[in-house]
């Protein structure tokens, strides 16, 4: 398969693109930092450009360089991101702010926008996988900018797969659980009183081993890839807690429901006798 990466300098975004080159897949990685001794050690299979996801310019340009060399793309993951402004929100920097937002929400939409077109023109069911992350199904304290946009990542993937639910493309979001990153790394630095006790205590306690977390992550990524999700869209799945690996078998209930989706819940859902309306 022809796959871009966008991340793919470090974190779940290097180990991926190791992965699906072990697999004989051709990747193609995109970051804002340098990969060219990457690149030397897979000189066959992997091509890399330097590429600021948050500026259209650069992506549209990036989109333009792989139309170049390639005639179709497979798969598209983005996994670049940042966490920006951390702290009480009301005390923030909003220039900074804004920034993580445009990182996150803006540079996944301009991956979107920008590889359509080579995705419109894959041979079989054309795969874009998304990241959430800490923040996008329950408030994150502290660290507001990264958990509202992820939040959006996750309504821009479902509106996006209705919106194009009669064409042969599936459009997915990943929660790969704590992965020891750069933002892992970042927690632990900005320590519990910036970062707060329940986040700093959770990437502690995974810190030195998270090597299930992480093949469990490559593992929903493959699936997501692969033709047994086809059909499957605009979802939001947790590597470490959904039975991704046997979803295939349950299409004709899972394809007409709302099940791993963001939605509303009202007292009737748990169980509530409130009035129903005013």
Not at 83 to 97: K, N, Q, Y
Not at 145 to 161: C, I, P
Not at 239 to 258: I, M
Request: charged share 20%; glycine share 8%; with cysteine.
């Amino acid at each position: 398969m022809n796959i871009a990466i966008v991340g793919s300098s470090t974190g779940i975004g290097r180990s991926l693109a190791e992965h699906l080159l072990a697999q004989g897949n051709r990747v193609w990685g995109f970051a804002r930092s340098d990969q060219s001794g990457f690149a030397a050690e897979h000189p066959l299979n992997f091509r890399a450009s330097r590429c600021d996801v948050a500026e259209w310019e650069q992506v549209e340009s990036a989109a333009a360089e792989v139309a170049s060399v390639w005639r179709h793309l497979d798969g598209l993951v983005i996994c670049a991101a940042v966490h920006g402004e951390v702290g009480p929100t009301v005390f923030l920097d909003p220039a900074r702010w804004n920034a993580a937002i445009q990182a996150n929400l803006g540079g996944t939409f301009h991956a979107l926008r920008a590889f359509y077109g080579l995705l419109s023109k894959a041979p079989r069911r054309a795969k874009v996988v998304g990241f959430a992350g800490g923040g996008a199904t329950k408030s994150r304290p502290n660290f507001s900018a990264y958990a509202a946009a992820k939040t959006a990542v996750v309504r821009l993937f479902e509106t996006v797969a209705e919106e194009l639910q009669d064409q042969p493309i599936d459009l997915n979001v990943v929660s790969p659980g704590i992965i020891n990153t750069r933002l892992t790394a970042e927690v632990l630095t900005l320590g519990p009183k910036i970062a707060g006790e329940a986040d700093f205590k959770a990437v502690f306690k995974q810190k030195d081993d998270d090597s299930a977390q992480l093949a469990k992550a490559l593992g929903l990524v493959d699936w997501l890839l692969s033709p047994a999700s086809d059909g499957i869209s605009g979802r939001l799945l947790s590597a470490p807690w959904d039975p991704w690996s046997t979803l295939d078998n349950r299409k004709a209930e899972l394809l007409p429901s709302d099940i791993y989706t963001l939605r509303r819940i009202v007292p009737e859902d748990r169980g509530c006798k409130w009035p129903a309306k005013v």
